[in-house]
């Protein structure tokens, strides 16, 4: 009989990354899509091109592979090599996932209750955050001090003058339908860190409860920031310079459409829309805890406490996540797939049919 104390062992698989779909989609069609894209002024990119090529050599034992081998059992195994990929292999990606998740919880975040924020950004400047690595990190630095002078306003309530805030923070580049959609999620400390007396341990002060006013606050004064931040530099101008398109007029066509959903290519491909930030500047309320401004959406309504390190370590599970979950796609038929969304959109969406690449 088996027991928790006892569990069975385990014996490794091989995972044959060759029976998958995605797998065989993307070696039946990557060449003709790349054999497109040549025939046009301008190519993919290099490091494009490397990450899906490598994605199809991760896990095939023609390519590389170690033999391990039991000392006690004298029993051997062979182990592929990886392409330790950091933007499409979904099984590398997950590796990185559970490790760096294992990591947060067991040896950088405290033993205190930790608050989620996601600021979802305006579709009109993901186009530009998308490719602007310095103008993304300028947002997140405005994001971040707007957070933290609440949490150090509470302190102050409090009688602490001097506090420290902690967090960690993924910017995710992807939507949950396969689009690109760069986003912040902030894992921060629900409290400051209050120093004491010279040479005694700071003391954490957790926050007092977050009320929807604090969060309508937060987004009106982030989104008054961050559209300051972007006139400031001119990014908003009609006369604006499109540095991608200039260098890679093709990844810059795919990204754009990919934003809008729209196609890049092809008969039935999409145009870019002029940009303008015209939503409201009061911020309106979308949920608990959840309100959006100017097109700047937060949602802070997830709260893990300090004694949940499994529910921590789910969450962390999720902020790193691949962008591509491939047990959602399914073959039609020889020219078209399917992928599942992860919830139903307003309209009754429930599946994206896609083309196979090199199929008009």
Request: positive net charge; proline residues 6%.
């Amino acid at each position: 009989m088996t027991t928790h104390l006892h569990p069975p062992a385990r014996i490794y698989q091989r995972r044959a990354p060759e029976r998958h779909l995605l797998y065989r989609v993307l070696l039946d069609h990557l060449e003709t899509f790349l054999q497109r894209t040549r025939t046009s002024e301008h190519t993919l990119p290099f490091h494009v091109e490397r990450e899906l090529r490598s994605y199809l050599e991760c896990g095939i034992l023609s390519y590389g592979f170690l033999r391990l081998r039991c000392p006690d059992c004298n029993e051997s195994r062979t182990v592929a090599f990886s392409c330790k990929g950091r933007g499409f292999c979904p099984s590398c990606m997950a590796r990185r996932m559970t490790a760096t998740a294992a990591r947060l919880t067991d040896a950088v975040l405290p033993a205190v209750a930790v608050r989620q924020w996601v600021l979802s950004l305006p579709i009109e400047i993901r186009y530009r955050l998308a490719y602007d690595g310095p103008l993304i990190g300028a947002f997140l630095a405005v994001f971040l001090r707007t957070v933290q002078a609440w949490y150090r306003q509470q302190a102050r309530a409090q009688g602490y003058t001097t506090v420290q805030c902690g967090s960690v923070t993924f910017v995710q580049r992807f939507g949950s339908a396969l689009n690109l959609n760069p986003h912040f999620h902030v894992l921060m400390l629900d409290g400051v860190y209050a120093c004491g007396l010279a040479g005694a341990a700071p003391v954490f002060v957790p926050a007092p409860p977050l009320r929807d006013a604090d969060v309508q606050r937060i987004v009106e004064t982030a989104a008054h920031r961050l559209v300051r931040l972007l006139q400031q530099r001119g990014i908003l101008a009609e006369a604006e310079v499109d540095t991608l398109a200039e260098k890679e007029p093709l990844l810059a066509a795919l990204s754009a459409a990919s934003i809008q959903g729209q196609l890049a290519t092809g008969p039935r491909a999409g145009h870019r829309v002029r940009r303008l930030l015209s939503d409201p500047i009061e911020g309106l309320r979308s949920g608990p805890l959840c309100f959006s401004a100017r097109g700047f959406s937060l949602h802070a309504a997830t709260r893990i406490k300090a004694e949940d390190r499994a529910g921590l370590e789910r969450l962390c599970r999720y902020v790193t996540r691949p962008p591509l979950a491939a047990g959602r796609l399914q073959l039609i038929d020889a020219d078209h797939l399917t992928f599942r969304l992860k919830a139903p959109w307003s309209d009754g969406t429930t599946h994206l049919l896609l083309s196979c690449v090199g199929v008009d």
